[in-house]
């Protein structure tokens, strides 16, 4: 891994070909890859109509697939922002995952949304989970 560098697990709108993926300019694609351990997926409605996926951490039901990057600390940031972190809409953290090149387990990082907005989205009726599109596996499409 390059010096001063994180992995990065995107799975929505930051993948290649996504609506964000500008974003990620500065850091390298490594690998498709796959969560290690199952989560929930969620498609978000916001207030203007564009839907994007969110991940919670809870041991739910599904495998997620989507990008592993190289990611440098002042691309981290940018992201950041763009997540909502500073606001506690989503949280970065660490999980394992995958990397489907290699068949390898790595710690990277993800953004994961914080439970409490979630709470509130599923009452505003604007959350529901998504399902399984390949088997055991979610995939989001954008």
């Known amino acids: 891994m390059v010096e001063d560098q994180e992995y990065l697990f995107v799975y929505g709108t930051l993948m290649k070909g996504c609506p964000a993926h500008d974003l990620m ?8 890859a ?3 351990e199952r989560h929930t997926l969620y498609a978000i409605t916001s207030p203007y109509g564009d839907r994007y996926p969110a991940l919670l951490l809870n041991g739910g039901e599904h495998y997620v697939i989507g990008e592993l990057y190289l990611v440098p600390p002042d691309v981290l940031e940018r992201l950041d922002f763009y997540e909502g972190v500073p606001e506690g809409d989503y949280i970065r953290t660490k999980i394992k995952v995958r990397r489907l090149d290699i068949g390898k387990d790595v710690d990277a990082y993800v953004y994961a949304i914080n439970p409490n907005l979630l709470q509130s989205l599923i009452a505003e009726g604007r959350a ?9 596996k979610v995939v989001w499409k954008c």
């Open 25 to 32: 300019k500065g850091s390298m694609f490594v690998s498709r």
């Open 34 to 36: 796959i969560t290690s």
């Open 128 to 136: 529901e989970p998504l399902v399984s599109l390949e088997g055991d």
